[in-house]
């Protein structure tokens, strides 16, 4: 049972936020994940930060800049990995588009999540269609393959991406890019009762989550909240953003 | 050269063996599915074809002439056939698309059309298109590139579309494709995206392919007529994305005629400064498809340069991919410099002023390793015109407009 399976087999509220791999400095991430999992969260993602970065709006985008200025690569962030795993246990997904990983290569790159300790995997531009050969390899290493469903996903789709994922999925609360405004909690429940219902696997659920209102709700109607935008919005112009990261992460745990 | 004997790709993955395919978010899943159904439909729906072939002749003007170049064929010793798709209405071969994809649009009852552009060629036809029918338009355009082609975006704003201005990552298309993607993804439900060239996931790359093969078909009959042998020997084409070249090269993938692809090398291949794609690039995957691409040893995407906004793009069409990797069609490439020069030789040789981007498929013919026999017979796709370009040509040849 990797880290991500154990977690999800416990039904306790969930919070991940998600950090942009560089950012706001090259060293930053280590410290950040490990202050982020003692404030509380339950499992965290980091980003690896990509030229064109699709499926993300202008916050993300920004930051994903920022790090690649930085000097961000592939190879530097499994080094910041395995000096996260020194530190703490908690749960980690890589989330990146598919081209620096197609480029480093499957088997390579898996192989490098299996040593550094990578626990999932989250390829927003790999849907259904293409994603079969890498999560295969994925699953046989013993990562998991966290695919995404979005509002407008088919019934009969949610159960094949739950089926070919294994042991996690990512809904996607809107039709749209990280850091848009959430449709109203009505459509909402409809969507997530209706991935609930055609899901095999645990799912959470990400994309303009901001609160801890939000939080309580959607891991009322999901198996736990992810955060991006607004950690990372956070941290802009911030002196101390470990700081204003901790205590951002504490009130979405409600534990301030 | 590898002609085919069959050819029938995509296939229904919409993949050209490892290239193509549909590398996007979830959430544009259904639209692409829906799509393709709408244009599987549209295809055997003769009322379609009638109201496509209606407005491309009536509309657009079509077909365009296809010219034997007499003063630089003597000159050359070859025979060179100019298939002149700078006569459509707008100015190039975009329109054969736009007008194409804008009728799938309406079937499918999209009220809000957006689209990318980089030189604006496609950004007009699509702003055209959009105008003729009624619905709204939005283009996202790079800063860059709108500094660069400033008439295009009033020509567009004349045309009832609104230009939106991209200034991430290099400010050019790459980034304005980028933007694009971002605004279909969020409003997907009532948005129709209008890609302008064979790029992006399964359907785009065939169905822009089909609609702009009318390049090809009519050169092919044109030919026939006009010369007295059934065949070209050759057929050259600048490539971009590819949607000119693939609408010549396309009819013509099982005859025996070579083909050439002409990239753009801008300040030279070695000089980190160029858009040479399948000269320099490697298999990767960007804007929804599995393709070749600049990048670097890190995966991310490096900044193309050319002198023509309309090739400045780091990735190429997947089908174009496999037609390099099976050894189908030759990929060459010219620099901004012999760009420039064939745009002023055409001008004063034949009274006909190219486009940038077509100006490298002529400038191929002036290489001294071309291979061209003497008395070949070559269609070059003449894309479109060059009226555009003036400001950006008398800038680089240091006159004050």
């Known amino acids: 049972m990797n880290r991500i399976q154990k977690l999800f087999a416990d039904p306790k509220e969930k919070l991940i936020p998600f950090f ?12 950040l994940v490990c202050a982020a999992a003692e404030a509380g969260a339950d499992m965290v993602e980091i980003g690896i930060p990509f030229s064109d970065p699709q499926a993300d709006g202008p916050v993300i985008q920004a930051s994903s800049q920022q790090a690649l200025d930085n000097g961000i690569t592939l190879n ?99 039709l749209g890019i990280t850091g848009n405004d959430l449709a109203s909690k009505d459509a909402l429940a409809e969507y997530l009762i209706r991935v609930h219902e055609h899901s095999t696997t645990p799912f959470v659920v990400g994309f303009g989550i901001t609160t801890r209102n939000d939080v309580v709700w959607f891991n009322t109607h999901s198996d736990g909240a992810v955060v991006g935008s607004a950690i990372i919005k956070n941290m802009d112009g911030e002196t101390h953003p470990l700081k204003a990261t901790k205590s951002l992460i504490q009130a979405l745990k409600g534990a301030l | 050269m590898n002609i085919f004997k069959d050819y029938n790709l995509p296939d229904n993955r919409g993949h050209f063996e490892k290239f193509g395919g549909k590398f996007v978010p979830e959430t544009l899943i259904p639209s692409l599915e829906e799509l393709e159904h709408h244009y599987a439909e549209a295809k055997s729906d003769p009322k379609f074809s009638d109201e496509l072939n209606g407005l491309l002749k009536h509309y657009s003007g079509r077909k365009t002439a296809l010219y034997f170049a007499d003063r630089i064929s003597n000159e050359l010793g070859f025979n060179v056939w100019l298939k002149r798709e700078d006569l459509n209405h707008t100015g190039a071969h975009k329109i054969n698309n736009a007008l194409g994809q804008i009728l799938l649009a309406n079937r499918m009852g999209k009220k809000r059309i957006i689209a990318e552009t980089g030189a604006g060629q496609h950004g007009v036809a699509t702003a055209t298109v959009a105008a003729r029918f009624g619905l709204e338009c939005i283009v996202y355009m790079g800063e860059e590139d709108i500094r660069r082609q400033k008439l295009n975006v009033f020509r567009m704003n004349l045309l009832g579309a609104e230009v939106r201005p991209v200034s991430s990552g290099s400010k050019t298309l790459k980034d304005a494709t980028n933007e694009a993607i971002r605004d279909w993804v969020t409003n997907v439900e009532s948005t129709y995206y209008l890609i302008g060239s064979t790029v992006g996931p399964h359907p785009y790359p065939m169905l822009v392919r089909d609609f702009q093969s009318v390049i090809g078909k009519e050169a092919k009959q044109q030919f026939a007529q006009q010369s007295p042998k059934d065949l070209p020997d050759r057929l050259v084409a600048c490539v971009g994305g590819g949607s000119n070249a693939l609408g010549l090269f396309y009819p013509f993938l099982k005859d025996d005629v070579k083909i050439i692809g002409v990239e753009a090398s801008g300040k030279g291949l070695d000089s980190g400064e160029h858009a040479a794609t399948l000269t320099k690039g490697d298999f990767g995957v960007l804007h ?64 006909i002023l190219p486009a940038l981007e077509s100006a490298h498929a002529l400038a191929y013919l002036r290489q001294n390793d071309h291979g061209i026999e003497p008395n070949e017979d070559v269609v070059v796709c003449l894309s479109g015109r060059g009226d555009k370009d003036v400001h950006t040509v008398a800038e680089a040849l240091g006159v004050d407009l």
């Open chain 1, 76 to 174: 530097k962030i499994f080094d910041q990995v395995i000096e996260i795993r020194n530190l703490t246990d908690v749960p980690l997904a890589l989330m990146g588009y598919y081209n620096p990983i197609l480029k480093m290569g499957h088997e390579s790159f898996l192989d490098r999540c299996v040593s550094s300790g990578v626990d999932g995997l989250i390829l927003p531009d790999l849907p259904l269609d293409e994603a079969e050969p890498f999560c295969e390899m994925a699953k046989s290493k013993g990562v998991s393959p966290i695919l995404l469903v979005a509002p407008n996903t088919s019934n009969e789709r949610i159960k094949k991406i739950s089926e070919l994922a294994g042991d996690l999925i990512y809904a996607v609360s809107i």
């Open chain 1, 20 to 31: 942009t791999a560089g950012y706001p400095k090259l060293e930053s991430t280590v410290d």
């Open chain 2, 288 to 351: 929804g498809a599995a393709s070749t691409l600049l990048q670097n040893e890190d995966g991310q995407v490096m900044l193309p340069h050319s002198i023509s906004a309309g090739l400045d793009y780091p990735g190429i069409g997947p089908e174009h991919s496999y037609l390099s990797e099976s050894r189908r069609v030759n990929y060459r490439s010219a620099t901004d410099q012999e760009a420039l020069d064939a745009f002023q030789w055409l001008s004063e040789k034949e009274g």
